[in-house]
């Protein structure tokens, strides 16, 4: 994503919502937060995405994680496009339990390097791809995946990362391939064996491999 990298503070845009006009920074406050793009309202795999993040938005708030969707529509698209949303989840009366921001202008597409070249509209104009950012109470990127338009996301993963996340950001470990929350977690290399022991009172297991090298080291939190 052009000049926007990990570990960047995230711009403080101001933009008008299906919930009025929000200062980013002011909406997350000292939550961490989700902004998940969508090419077009009114679509097949943009809706079915909207309709899971709602159905599980409840997983987001345990997690103490602010939800924002960004489509090019304008508000009044957003709205309409919301009662769709919610009436594929069986929940035609219910509100959709995060705010949309419009952005038919692209302006904020652009400058988040959201947009896919590949996929255009009608009018040949290059839709938004499926951009997911994550971020930190300290207004800070700490993870962005860029999906193209065609390709629907799997928010099982996404909150599955923002465990990965949250716990790394506490505590001195890192998360394995595939791991999920109860799994064994990886000490970071740069602990000494001895610091490990200090950190980690249930103990610290080494993994033998053919090097003799000792970096292989997993521990239960």
Same mark, same amino acid.
């Given at each position: 994503?052009?000049?926007?990298?990990?570990?960047?503070?995230?711009?403080?845009?101001? +933009?008008?919502? %299906?919930?009025?006009?929000? &200062? @980013?920074?002011?909406?997350?406050?000292?939550?961490?937060?989700?902004? @998940?793009?969508?090419?077009?309202?009114? %679509?097949? #795999?943009?809706?079915?995405?909207?309709?899971?993040?709602?159905?599980?938005?409840?997983?987001?708030?345990?997690?103490?994680?602010?939800?924002?969707?960004?489509?090019?529509?304008?508000?009044?698209?957003?709205?309409?496009?919301?009662?769709?949303?919610?009436?594929?989840?069986?929940?035609?009366?219910?509100?959709?339990?995060?705010?949309?921001?419009?952005?038919?202008?692209?302006?904020?597409? #652009? /400058?988040?390097?959201?947009?896919?070249?590949?996929?255009?509209?009608?009018?040949?104009?290059?839709?938004?791809?499926?951009? #997911? @950012?994550?971020?930190?109470?300290?207004?800070?990127?700490?993870?962005?995946?860029?999906?193209?338009?065609?390709?629907?996301?799997?928010?099982?993963?996404?909150?599955?990362?923002?465990?990965?996340? $949250?716990? %790394? +950001? /506490? &505590?001195?470990?890192?998360?394995?391939?595939?791991?999920?929350?109860?799994? &064994?977690?990886?000490?970071?290399?740069?602990?000494?064996?001895?610091?490990? &022991?200090?950190?980690?009172?249930?103990?610290?297991? %080494? $993994?033998?491999?053919?090097?003799?090298?000792?970096?292989?080291?997993?521990?239960?939190?």
């Amino acid at each position: 994503m052009p000049g926007l990298l990990l570990g960047d503070e995230f711009p403080n845009f101001e +933009a008008d919502t %299906t919930i009025g006009r929000i &200062k @980013f920074h002011d909406f997350l406050g000292n939550s961490w937060g989700i902004l @998940f793009s969508h090419p077009r309202d009114f %679509t097949p #795999v943009c809706t079915t995405e909207l309709a899971c993040a709602a159905k599980i938005s409840d997983e987001f708030k345990k997690r103490g994680v602010k939800m924002i969707a960004l489509s090019i529509d304008s508000v009044e698209d957003h709205r309409n496009w919301s009662k769709d949303v919610m009436a594929y989840n069986s929940a035609a009366e219910t509100p959709l339990p995060f705010p949309i921001i419009a952005d038919h202008k692209r302006e904020l597409s #652009v /400058q988040l390097g959201m947009l896919d070249p590949d996929e255009r509209d009608k009018d040949g104009m290059p839709l938004t791809a499926r951009c #997911v @950012f994550v971020i930190g109470p300290d207004k800070k990127l700490k993870l962005s995946i860029l999906y193209p338009a065609t390709t629907g996301r799997n928010f099982d993963e996404l909150l599955r990362v923002i465990d990965s996340l $949250q716990l %790394t +950001a /506490q &505590k001195k470990v890192a998360t394995p391939v595939d791991w999920k929350p109860g799994d &064994k977690v990886m000490v970071i290399p740069s602990l000494s064996d001895a610091e490990a &022991k200090s950190l980690f009172p249930n103990g610290v297991t %080494t $993994q033998e491999v053919p090097s003799g090298k000792k970096y292989l080291r997993y521990t239960h939190i």
